[in-house]
């Protein structure tokens, strides 16, 4: 039994526990037992209607909303109603959930990572992010595999502003080196300055000694560079600029085309959909390999410090009150906008051990919305990524 099917697994336990006197019970028991039946029996958009009137005769009953927001989540059809319901759950989390009771008011643990991949699929990943922090929270109580489950969502998420990918595979070359006028303050004159794609970038030629196909798998092309650890679920990654300033970034060079198609396989399955087959003894694509850009070694991609720092807080228009009321109870926010949002920071500190106890003395003191995260070069990064380069 897979372990994304969680709910499923909760019930199949006590599926056919205290069956007897069914016509004893009252109607909100005998809505549980059905939706808990049907769970189990994988049956979840039969269970919904279940579930939405047990809901509606409780709508503050944290298991109910747990209940409904990993069902909604599992479908993967209304999104938004399932974290609604999910950050309903959390409000009140208990370590000793019993599934098999309608007497059950809790919720598990595991609330927590439905609201993280269900946050993750709205497109809300810094909410998830802090969804995550909160499971690990739960130490050893935790298994593993679930937050393992989540960063590996998270890799969806845009946290270092990655340029769009490109599908095409021949892009113009005047969509890659980008025209802006330049006014002259004196003259009134306008000239057009071209970007050249190759500024500070440092490349090797790749010759190979057979002029036969070698096989790779591309897995991403973009306008401009980015580290090749951005690829956090595939190791391995070159980097490629094409003759028209296309960067390609490919893994393997095989000899014989149905390795690559295995390798294919692998990759679209760790998350790649996208991914395909290229010959990367293409003079005309690969043959320049792409060490660093403007002294960065593109297989690292952190340069310099990593600076920790604490949000406190996040909006995109209107500040919410109860964001605004950690400005009288909190020393030194800063504003720093990113991806549309305005966050706000609290400290700076070198090591991720600090931060976080930085956050505990925040949470101490009422800010209990509150989770590390991490910038390098004025770009946020994932604390993964920032913890492995400490």
Request: with cysteine.
């Amino acid at each position: 039994m897979m372990k994304n099917s969680i709910i499923t697994a909760m019930f199949a336990v006590v599926l056919f526990t205290q069956i007897g006197a069914i016509n004893a019970q009252n109607t909100e028991e005998k809505l549980f037992n059905q939706a808990r039946q049907l769970l189990a029996m994988r049956q979840i958009k039969e269970a919904i209607p279940s579930l939405e009137t047990l809901y509606n005769t409780n709508p503050n009953n944290c298991n109910y909303n747990f209940l409904l927001g990993a069902a909604y989540r599992e479908l993967g059809t209304n999104k938004e109603s399932a974290i609604f319901h999910l950050k309903k759950a959390v409000v009140e989390i208990t370590e000793d959930y019993d599934a098999s009771t309608y007497t059950e008011l809790k919720a598990p643990i595991l609330t927590y990572y439905y609201l993280a991949t269900a946050q993750v699929d709205n497109d809300l990943c810094l909410e998830a992010e802090k969804s995550l922090e909160n499971l690990k929270g739960f130490g050893e109580k935790i298994d593993s595999y679930f937050v393992r489950e989540i960063e590996r969502n998270l890799q969806k998420c845009d946290y270092e502003a990655i340029p769009e990918a490109v599908k095409e595979e021949d892009v113009p070359l005047a969509e890659i080196i980008k025209e802006k006028p330049i006014v002259n303050k004196r003259t009134k004159d306008v000239s057009l300055k071209k970007k050249d794609p190759l500024a500070g970038m440092v490349t090797k030629t790749i010759s190979y000694t057979t002029k036969s196909p070698l096989w790779g798998v591309q897995v991403g092309a973009f306008k401009e560079v980015i580290p090749t650890s951005r690829f956090d679920q595939i190791k391995n990654v070159d980097a490629f600029i094409d003759e028209k300033g296309l960067i390609r970034y490919v893994v393997g060079h095989f000899a014989y085309k149905q390795q690559a198609e295995s390798l294919l396989e692998v990759i679209r399955n760790s998350g790649v959909p996208d991914a395909f087959i290229v010959d990367v003894n293409n003079p005309n694509k690969f043959n320049q390999s792409v060490v660093s850009v403007n002294n960065i070694n593109i297989k690292n991609g952190i340069v310099g410090k990593v600076i920790y720092k604490v949000q406190v807080g996040a909006f995109k228009n209107e500040i919410p009150s109860e964001v605004a009321a950690t400005y009288l109870t909190v020393e030194g926010i800063e504003e720093t906008n990113y991806e549309g949002l305005t966050l706000l920071l609290v400290g700076q500190f070198s090591t991720y051990e600090d931060a976080d106890k930085h956050k505990g003395n925040l949470k101490e003191n009422g800010i209990n919305d509150c989770f590390v995260v991490a910038f390098n070069n004025r770009k946020k990064i994932s604390i993964k990524e920032a913890k492995r380069n400490e």
